[in-house]
């Protein structure tokens, strides 16, 4: 495995690469890396000839301070994990390399960014966009993977590539979850020992949703997620939302559209943990 620090390096050889016809499966992450990072890196593996994957700690997309400082940071234990998976190329740059200078840049999402995780989370697609144009211009990417868990960023970043006009192919990867249904992110190494038994709850109230499709109407549908949450004491709920699958605005019956998700975010003690299942 190369490990890079630096962007000219990165380009350099990766430009080399692609000039000899190879092409390059990117995998950008913010480190403490899990399973549901490792199968997007399998399918990159398969699917291309270079295996490309960034630890960075994106500061620009946390809202509070308080988060980016907690965020679990382990880059021996995830170079382990990169080598046992073939990665080819591992891009680890510090805040100053990506960032010499202040980032001023303001990206237009337009009703994309205006709901769930755009509404409670102020300038954070902004920060995601910024620093997923750069790795792409660093990378090169033929393809590039990304988990549905984070189905809104998805749509942030392919909306992105729209707007850019990147030579970028995104590969959407369906969520992978623990044996208890919990969906797999970094933010589960801060749960302590009893919330982690808790949180399945957050799938299990998905898959109750689900399972009233079509019998109950969503406006009574959400009304269920509210009281189940009541009875959570150790939860918050922040938002639940029924939205169409593309533009992700919410909607009121299950005819109005031909793809429609649950989504939900709530924390669990000071982890606030984000989930959502395909409805139709």
């Not at 960032?99 to 994309?112: A, H, Q, R």
């Not at 620093?131 to 990378?139: G, Y």
């Not at 749509?155 to 919990?182: F, H």
């Not at 009281?227 to 938002?239: A, G, I, R, V």
């Amino acid at each position: 495995m190369n490990v890079f620090k630096k962007i000219s390096e990165t380009t350099h050889y990766l430009k080399n690469q692609k000039k000899a016809g190879k092409t390059i499966g990117f995998v950008p992450t913010m480190g403490a890396l899990h399973n549901g990072h490792l199968e997007l890196m399998h399918r990159a593996k398969a699917e291309n000839d270079i295996l490309a994957v960034s630890i960075f700690v994106n500061p620009i997309q946390f809202s509070k301070p308080e988060d980016l400082e907690k965020y679990p940071r382990d880059v021996e234990k995830d170079k382990k994990l990169l080598e046992s998976v073939g990665c080819d190329i591992l891009f680890v740059p510090d805040v100053n390399e990506m960032y010499p200078e202040t980032v001023n840049k303001t990206y237009d999402f337009g009703l994309l960014e205006k709901v769930m995780e755009g509404a409670f989370r102020s300038g954070h697609f902004n920060g995601v966009a910024i620093v997923v144009k750069k790795l792409f211009e660093i990378i090169l990417p033929t393809r590039a993977y990304f988990g549905e868990k984070d189905f809104q960023q998805l749509a942030i970043i392919q909306k992105l590539v729209e707007i850019e006009n990147i030579p970028v192919e995104i590969i959407p990867c369906p969520i992978v979850r623990e044996s208890d249904g919990l969906a797999m992110s970094s933010r589960n190494e801060r749960l302590t020992n009893e919330e982690r038994k808790l949180a399945p709850f957050i799938y299990i109230t998905l898959t109750s949703v689900k399972q009233k499709v079509p019998s109950m109407n969503i406006a009574d549908v959400k009304l269920m997620v509210e009281n189940m949450y009541k009875d959570q004491p150790e939860f918050t709920l922040e938002y639940f939302e029924i939205a169409e699958d593309t533009n992700l605005q919410p909607v009121s019956n299950w005819l109005e559209t031909k793809g429609i998700v649950a989504f939900i975010a709530a924390y669990l003690g000071n982890v606030r943990l984000i989930d959502n299942i395909r409805i139709i």
